[in-house]
């Protein structure tokens, strides 16, 4: 696919900024005005919401469009609203809407996506498309597919954190990893943070701000209300016009790259010594597992299971020790271990079983 940018770049990311959802047209107008008076670049605003449960708020309709037609034209901010099937794409062109996003639970499913592409087949407008509420990046990568195959070249991700069974501070578990693999495989992808679904209360949204910043996206996503508490949906997640300024104020800029001889000739010396470390990890892992494989042959002829917890156990208890000395948190230990662990146990299956067909994992 070949991207061209939704927004053109500047010397800081690019900011997204409106309501959760249109209420009134006061409240969109009024919010606007702020937002365009701080310099933002888009405004958004949900005009259909998709809840959870019925019989909730859910978004003002199609009258909400022309509030976002007055914005334009009142403060020349250029407008983008969420839409989920064929009606809200030819509402929303209709409206003068600048820019189209597909929310988190149509990108979810393939049968929506294609109907919105469907839609928009043809039209020269840019679309945002979030990630799907599980995380999925295939099924995210699909529905940009979906977009671009509709002959939409302007095209922007969105993530905006993923669902989450469990404990976590976090309303969408963010799954950084996952938004930087889609940066890797489509790096003229321009992708935006929406920090507000991510963290669902205000008080982590500077943090998670810093953080898209740190890892070079390209804009920020952020619900902002007039009075928040009063929100008619999301109302914990969304700041004041002024509490937006004054976070946006305190994030640091970072840069993508700079020509400043001493920071490169620095990095490559840096650079160097990781690379070297790397392949020791990967030598020793290589040794590691040649291990697994004498001892898998030797199991085998004495005829006990590969399993052994106790041994596991041991391993694992001296492995956070060490690493808690070394300044490595008990997760990063555990996960390395776990797929260490799960490499070893998949060679010496493999020595301990070779004439048995692999039917599946
Ligand atoms: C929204 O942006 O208000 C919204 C509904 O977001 P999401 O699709 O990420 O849940
Ligand atoms: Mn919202």
């Known amino acids: 696919m070949d991207f061209k940018p939704v927004f053109t770049k500047k010397e800081r990311p690019v900011l997204i900024a409106g309501p959760c959802s249109a209420e009134t047209e006061e409240q969109v107008l009024a ?48 407008v983008t609203t969420e839409v989920a099937n064929t ?11 600048d820019v189209l996003w597909v929310g988190a639970r149509t990108t979810v499913n393939p049968f929506s996506v294609q109907e919105v592409a469907d839609a928009i ?14 995380a999925d990046l295939k099924l995210w990568i699909g529905a940009i597919e979906r977009i671009y195959a509709a002959g939409i070249t302007r095209i922007a991700a969105i993530h905006r954190g993923f669902s989450f069974h469990g404990d976590t501070k976090y309303r969408n578990v963010p799954h950084w990893q996952l938004a930087l693999e889609l940066k890797r495989l489509f790096p003229d992808l321009q992708v935006i943070c929406d920090h507000s679904h991510i963290c669902g209360r205000r008080d982590l949204l500077a943090g998670v ?14 619900e902002v209300h ?4 009063e929100a008619w949906s999301d109302a914990a997640q969304q700041v004041t016009p002024f509490d937006y300024q004054e976070m946006v104020a305190h994030l640091n800029i970072r840069h993508s790259s700079t020509t400043d001889a001493g920071y490169l000739q620095t990095m490559e010396h840096l650079r160097h010594q990781i690379d ?5 990890l990967l030598n020793l892992l290589g040794a590691r597992m040649r291990l697994a494989d004498q001892i898998g042959e030797y199991k085998k002829a004495n005829n006990i299971s590969i399993f052994q917890p106790t041994r596991w156990n041991e391993i694992l208890e ?32 493999k020595v301990m079983n070779e004439e048995i067909v692999e039917v599946g994992n």
């Open 226 to 229: 007039p009075c928040p508490d």
């Open 31 to 78: 919010t606007a005005r702020a937002l365009a008076a701080q310099g933002v670049d888009l405004f958004r605003a949900g005009i259909w919401k998709p809840r959870t449960k019925p019989g909730g708020f859910e978004g003002v309709g199609t009258v909400g469009l022309k509030w976002l037609k007055k914005v334009k034209e009142e403060t020349g901010l250029p």
């Open 209 to 222: 701000a810093q953080r898209a910043f740190d890892l070079d996206y390209d804009g920020l996503m952020t």
């Open 121 to 134: 087949s043809g039209v020269d407008i840019p679309v945002m498309v979030k990630n799907p509420v599980n």
């Open 318 to 349: 001296k492995a956070f020790e060490k690493g808690e000395e070394k300044g490595l948190s008990k997760g990063f230990v555990e996960t390395v271990l776990r797929a260490i662990h799960k490499e070893s146990i998949d060679h010496q299956a």
């Open 276 to 280: 070297d470390i790397d392949e020791d």
């Open 87 to 97: 009606q809200h794409v030819f509402d929303a062109l209709k409206h003068g809407i």
